[in-house]
């Protein structure tokens, strides 16, 4: 069933050269603005609508996550975030995102076992990753592997069966951490470690990565709670880049694998998950406490293409509420490390305090996001910051994978393709290469 569509008075456009006028339905939805729908805008008077980075445009119809940029407000599926981060764990939030309620006790307990039962990956992934070289970007592994696995698992690629599409979400959320973990070894030359099924979805996650064949891995239950919460914070974000990106390769009929591959593509990008690999090489650069004033007006500069990472996001125009519990987080771990006295933290502390008295980024409203103390708590639990975006990956799997499930159970979903201002050549007629001017026209070119 389609989607219920709540309307309100309709929108008039009125164009003053022609006298022409057109209505525009505007929908309304359970929060937020409403938006005017503008599907037959082209058919009812031939123009296309411009808004390159989609800032006013709502690419679907989601009842998912819900985010208020000027409130600072995130919720997944009706829930506060920061309840979710204190309260709940993170197989319970992968439910939630994909089912759209809390489970009952007994299917948590059924939800957990499934998704345990999933994490072994087939034997012959190994082969795939002797392929990469050593020094290869994690994220670029798991881009190649995740994308491999619809070769490997045939039989839940027919979305259009409930029972392979549910297998195919099940397995994408079991098997990603995994991936992660043979991801980390191999680039550290260790041997692979098997997942174990005693143990948690975090505790597993932390066994495959910092444990080795002559030495079991002590887990501390609070690094566990603090890696899950990690995960829980990045588990879904509405429409942004990543996700925008799985929806749209999904929309084609691309198969889950290798949607939420294209998915780890986009999230890869340095103004995306990247930033918090970017945070901690900004810190490590800024060094000392001394030289923030200098890193402050390098950011504010229009000549410098420096900008202050972890800092500002096209949504929250307020502290966004997934930097409030990191920020929380990063002081828990340190403590629980014996690390209060880390010297990025301190720097961290600081330039937020300086850049949010600043008026440059007072009048941006330009606040900390999830990737500005991140990197700290991944960093002290003893990760390499090329690892750090493959944990975001980890955790963000679940949104990508539940919005993609709901993308395919919407009967409105069409094959995404959008339009263009076309500002190109007008059609002209080809020569052929004799008679074409003699001189290169792309010097530059031939540089490289
Ligand atoms: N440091 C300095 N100035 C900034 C910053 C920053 N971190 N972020 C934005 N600005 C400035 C821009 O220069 C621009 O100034 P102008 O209006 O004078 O031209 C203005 O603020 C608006 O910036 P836009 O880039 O237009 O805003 P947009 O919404 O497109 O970008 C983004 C959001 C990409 C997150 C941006 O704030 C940024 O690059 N931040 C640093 C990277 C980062 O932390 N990314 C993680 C985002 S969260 C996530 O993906 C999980």
């Not at 006013?56 to 985010?67: D, G, L, R, V």
């Not at 599409?165 to 680039?187: D, E, F, N, P, Q």
């Not at 060094?287 to 972890?310: C, H, T, V």
Request: aromatic letters at 10%.
């Amino acid at each position: 069933m389609t989607k219920k569509e709540n309307k309100k008075k309709p929108f008039t456009l009125f164009n003053n050269e022609t006298g022409q006028s057109v209505e525009l339905p505007v929908l309304m939805g359970t929060e937020g603005p409403d938006v005017l729908d503008i599907r037959n805008l082209y058919k009812d008077t031939g123009l296309f609508t411009y808004d390159p980075g989609y800032t006013s445009t709502a690419s679907c119809n989601s009842a998912i996550t819900f985010i208020d940029g000027n409130k600072g407000i995130l919720h997944h599926r009706g829930y506060n975030i920061k309840d979710l981060a204190n309260k709940s764990d993170f197989l319970e939030v992968c439910y939630l995102l994909l089912h759209g309620d809390l489970p009952s006790p007994e299917d948590k307990q059924k939800f957990e076992n499934v998704i345990q039962r999933h994490t072994m990956v087939h034997e012959q992934l190994v082969n795939l990753y002797r392929g990469f070289r050593r020094d290869a970007h994690p994220m670029a592994i798991m881009v190649g592997v995740v994308g491999a696995l619809s070769a490997f698992y045939h039989d839940s690629t027919d979305f259009s069966d409930i029972n392979q599409r549910m297998i195919a979400c099940h397995r994408l959320i079991a098997k990603i951490a995994t991936i992660g973990a043979m991801a980390y070894k191999y680039s550290i030359g260790q041997p692979f470690v098997y997942p174990k099924n005693n143990l948690s979805y975090c505790e597993n996650f932390l066994h495959m990565t910092f444990s080795v064949p002559t030495e079991d891995y002590i887990i501390n239950p609070k690094i566990s709670k603090a890696m899950d919460r990690f995960f829980i914070l990045h588990a879904d974000h509405e429409q942004n880049a990543s996700t925008s990106t799985v929806r749209l390769a999904g929309s084609s009929g691309a198969n889950p694998f290798a949607c939420i591959a294209a998915g780890i593509a986009s999230l890869w990008g340095p103004a995306h998950g990247g930033a918090n690999e970017a945070v901690i090489k900004m810190l490590e650069e800024i060094g000392d406490i001394s030289r923030i004033p200098e890193y402050i007006n390098k950011a504010k500069d229009k000549n410098d293409d420096f900008r202050l990472m972890g800092f500002g996001h096209r949504v929250y125009k307020n502290y966004d509420p997934r930097a409030d519990v990191m920020k929380i987080t990063a002081h828990e771990v340190l403590k629980e490390l014996n690390m209060e006295d880390d010297k990025l933290l301190k720097i961290a502390i600081e330039l937020e305090k300086i850049a949010l008295k600043d008026p440059y980024f007072i009048e941006k409203q330009l606040y900390p996001n999830v990737d500005f103390y991140s990197g700290i708590i991944l960093k002290a639990l003893g990760f390499p910051t090329s690892m750090f975006t493959v944990l975001f990956a980890i955790g963000r799997t679940v949104g990508w994978i539940s919005q993609w499930k709901e993308m395919i159970e919407d009967p409105i979903n069409k094959i995404g393709r959008p339009r263009q201002l076309y500002s190109g050549k007008k059609a002209r007629q080809y020569e052929i290469v004799e008679s074409r001017e003699k001189k290169s026209i792309f010097q530059w070119l031939w540089k490289n």
